[in-house]
């Protein structure tokens, strides 16, 4: 009655043992850095990402300027309760456009780092 429990146990330990070793086996060769920092995949990584960030650095204060003036004009036509909404959507979409265009510059500056 003993046995059962320890071949169950061995059985386990025999099968993790085998699937270790055939993982073991089947693994490609390394891959370096170097491979990696070739590769297209890298490059054009790096190269949508620095795109991104100067479109972004261009768009979002463009994109926040015609969201103010908008804002603006939509609160001149408001009541005074609606005022304090609007003047708080425009405090929002400055705040947001300073945000923006400082991570977009943030990450655009630690990606030159890598070139």
Same mark, same amino acid.
């Given at each position: 009655?003993?046995?059962?429990?320890?071949?169950?146990?061995?059985?386990?330990?025999?099968?993790?043992?085998?699937?270790?070793? +055939?993982? +073991?086996?089947?693994?490609?060769?390394?891959?370096?850095? *170097?491979?990696?920092? *070739?590769?297209?995949?890298?490059?054009?990584?790096?190269?949508?990402?620095? *795109?991104?960030?100067?479109?972004? +650095?261009?768009?979002?204060?463009?994109?926040?300027?015609?969201?103010?003036?908008?804002?603006?004009?939509?609160?001149?036509?408001? *009541?005074? +309760?609606?005022?304090?909404?609007?003047?708080?959507?425009?405090?929002?979409?400055?705040?947001?456009?300073?945000?923006?265009?400082?991570?977009?510059?943030?990450?655009?500056?630690?990606?030159?780092?890598?070139?």
């Amino acid at each position: 009655m003993k046995v059962k429990p320890y071949w169950r146990s061995m059985k386990a330990g025999l099968l993790k043992l085998s699937i270790s070793v +055939m993982t +073991m086996l089947q693994l490609p060769s390394p891959v370096f850095a *170097d491979d990696v920092k *070739d590769s297209k995949l890298a490059k054009g990584t790096e190269a949508l990402i620095n *795109d991104v960030t100067t479109w972004l +650095m261009i768009l979002a204060p463009i994109v926040a300027g015609l969201l103010i003036i908008y804002f603006f004009i939509r609160r001149s036509a408001a *009541d005074e +309760m609606d005022q304090k909404k609007w003047n708080n959507r425009i405090g929002v979409a400055i705040v947001s456009a300073i945000g923006a265009v400082l991570a977009s510059a943030t990450l655009n500056l630690i990606i030159g780092y890598y070139v």
